[in-house]
């Protein structure tokens, strides 16, 4: 059988906070916003210090089940100077001895009778349980974040050639699908545009200049042309604020569809949030960390359709049919915006949600549903179309719809309905 071949970037978990060497003390930002000062038990000042990464890391896996190698590879350190909500972070040096080197490993890998291979990946906080100062270095709204070579382009220029419109002067996203050939997560909890590469949209998703918050190759990273809107898998020892303790261990499945050839090649970086506590030392981090410590970002997004889409029906009665469930950390609708992005970009339409009409808690509508792209497409009606669908977040403390802090992303088929001038 052939090997699939995994890489697997394993992102700072929350290493800002916790000094280097193994040392039982945490770190907090400097001035500068590089260099650290270490507290004692007591939350005094007594050195410099510096920040520690969770890793990055080379996988490989058998195509056929049969094997599953985890090789440490890089680590890297450094701080955002000005976050507007806590931190993102990601990890660019090698890991070799401190604070672990196997943080990360694969188990249970097999194939499934449609061919799909299952994959366990577990995530161990590098940091011991041991006093409460190690508490400091707890993270949240952990992700693990699965980036293939990618081929569907929105907009799809050979869709846009083939409906007689003009090719679209750039694309907006590139993600993979098993409908190109592509590998594919086919149990994602979501998607995220954080550390894609070749993507110059939304630079405030992530800090410039810095590698700990952008997309990072590696020497041996494998797979060309990535996605930029990647498939993620969330990790959380605690519901409680999905903390990620320390001195725990976390477990998900992936299921993943391999390529139409050759094998499976991938990036994956661990995201993690973090922002310095307002109680040291850090007795209870569900209380000692500020709201900040959370992602922005919703910790759920999904989206449901409850009946086919009449394109001939007025606009809210097309938007009712499409549900956002969300949920969002001491955030509320108010500080939404959402847009939807069609298969050919002809319609990217935008704007705020409201609770659902029809729907249940953490339900929302856009109270319009734009469908545009397939009415230039006739064979695609009735028919099923992808769509990117997109909450942007925003300081509910800063006037509204200024700079976004957060945005997450979900892709669904939406199914729509003949064009038939019937309603």
Same mark, same amino acid.
Not at 20 to 26: M, R, S, Y
Not at 113 to 133: C, E
Not at 254 to 267: D, V
Not at 382 to 406: Q, R, S, T
């Given at each position: 059988?052939?090997?699939?071949?995994?890489?697997?970037?394993?992102?700072?978990?929350?290493?800002?906070?916790?000094?280097?060497?193994?040392?039982?003390?945490?770190?907090?930002?400097?001035?500068?916003?590089?260099?650290?000062?270490?507290?004692?038990?007591?939350?005094?000042?007594?050195?410099?210090?510096?920040?520690?990464?969770?890793?990055?890391?080379?996988?490989?896996?058998?195509? @056929?089940?049969?094997? =599953?190698?985890?090789?440490?590879?890089?680590?890297?350190? %450094?701080? $955002?100077?000005?976050? &507007?909500?806590? /931190?993102?972070?990601?990890?660019?040096?090698?890991?070799?001895?401190?604070?672990?080197?196997?943080?990360?490993?694969?188990?249970?890998?097999?194939?499934?009778?449609?061919?799909?291979?299952?994959?366990?990946?577990?995530?161990?906080?590098?940091?011991?349980?041991?006093?409460?100062?190690?508490?400091?270095?707890?993270?949240?709204?952990?992700?693990?974040?699965?980036?293939?070579?990618?081929?569907?382009?929105?907009?799809?220029?050979?869709?846009?050639?083939?409906?007689?419109?003009?090719?679209?002067?750039?694309?907006?996203?590139?993600?993979?699908?098993? @409908?190109?050939?592509? =590998?594919?997560?086919?149990?994602?909890?979501?998607?995220? %545009?954080? $550390?894609?590469?070749? &993507?110059?949209? /939304?630079?405030?998703?992530?800090?410039?200049?810095?590698?700990?918050?952008?997309?990072?190759?590696?020497?041996?990273?494998?797979?060309?042309?990535?996605?930029?809107?990647?498939?993620?898998?969330?990790?959380?020892?605690?519901?409680?604020?999905?903390?990620?303790?320390?001195?725990?261990?976390?477990?998900?499945?992936?299921?993943?569809?391999?390529?139409?050839?050759?094998?499976?090649?991938?990036?994956?970086?661990?995201?993690?949030?973090?922002?310095?506590?307002?109680?040291?030392?850090?007795?209870?981090?569900?209380?000692?960390?500020?709201?900040?410590?959370?992602?922005?970002?919703?910790?759920?997004?999904?989206?449901?359709?409850?009946?086919?889409?009449?394109?001939?029906?007025?606009?809210?009665?097309?938007?009712?049919?499409?549900?956002?469930?969300?949920?969002?950390?001491?955030?509320?609708?108010?500080?939404?915006?959402?847009?939807?992005?069609?298969?050919?970009?002809?319609?990217?339409?935008?704007?705020?949600?409201?609770?659902?009409?029809?729907?249940?808690?953490?339900?929302?509508?856009?109270?319009?549903?734009?469908?545009?792209?397939?009415?230039?497409?006739?064979?695609?009606?009735?028919?099923?179309?992808?769509?990117?669908?997109?909450?942007?977040?925003?300081?509910?403390?800063?006037?509204?719809?200024?700079?976004?802090?957060?945005?997450?992303?979900?892709?669904?088929?939406?199914?729509?309905?003949?064009?038939?001038?019937?309603?």
């Amino acid at each position: 059988m052939r090997p699939l071949s995994i890489i697997i970037i394993a992102v700072l978990f929350v290493s800002i906070g916790c000094a280097q060497g193994g040392a039982d003390v945490p770190v907090t930002p400097g001035p500068d916003g590089h260099v650290g000062t270490t507290l004692d038990s007591g939350g005094q000042a007594v050195r410099g210090g510096g920040y520690v990464n969770w890793g990055f890391y080379r996988l490989e896996i058998g195509r @056929d089940g049969s094997y =599953a190698h985890v090789i440490p590879h890089r680590m890297a350190s %450094t701080l $955002w100077e000005y976050p &507007l909500w806590g /931190y993102h972070l990601n990890a660019v040096k090698l890991l070799e001895t401190a604070p672990c080197t196997d943080c990360l490993r694969l188990g249970n890998v097999h194939v499934l009778p449609n061919g799909d291979v299952s994959v366990d990946v577990s995530i161990r906080h590098p940091w011991p349980a041991l006093p409460t100062v190690n508490r400091y270095c707890t993270g949240f709204d952990v992700r693990g974040i699965i980036m293939f070579p990618a081929s569907q382009y929105f907009p799809d220029n050979e869709l846009r050639a083939e409906a007689g419109l003009e090719p679209w002067h750039t694309w907006f996203q590139r993600y993979s699908t098993h @409908d190109k050939g592509d =590998a594919e997560l086919m149990n994602p909890d979501g998607w995220t %545009t954080i $550390w894609a590469p070749d &993507l110059e949209w /939304y630079g405030y998703e992530v800090g410039e200049g810095f590698p700990i918050f952008e997309y990072y190759r590696g020497k041996m990273a494998s797979g060309e042309e990535l996605g930029t809107i990647n498939a993620f898998k969330r990790f959380y020892s605690n519901e409680n604020r999905h903390m990620f303790e320390v001195g725990e261990t976390v477990t998900r499945t992936y299921i993943i569809r391999p390529p139409a050839q050759g094998p499976i090649e991938a990036s994956y970086a661990i995201y993690a949030h973090w922002a310095e506590p307002v109680t040291t030392p850090v007795v209870n981090p569900a209380v000692d960390f500020p709201r900040e410590a959370n992602s922005p970002m919703p910790y759920e997004f999904w989206i449901t359709q409850d009946g086919i889409i009449d394109p001939d029906a007025p606009a809210p009665e097309r938007g009712r049919h499409i549900h956002w469930h969300i949920k969002t950390w001491d955030i509320g609708y108010a500080d939404w915006l959402n847009t939807k992005v069609d298969l050919l970009y002809v319609c990217c339409g935008g704007g705020d949600l409201y609770p659902h009409p029809d729907g249940e808690p953490d339900d929302y509508w856009a109270m319009d549903f734009c469908f545009e792209g397939p009415v230039y497409y006739p064979s695609g009606l009735p028919g099923e179309w992808p769509y990117i669908f997109k909450v942007e977040i925003f300081d509910p403390d800063e006037p509204a719809y200024g700079l976004p802090i957060g945005t997450d992303y979900y892709i669904a088929e939406v199914a729509l309905g003949a064009l038939d001038g019937e309603w």
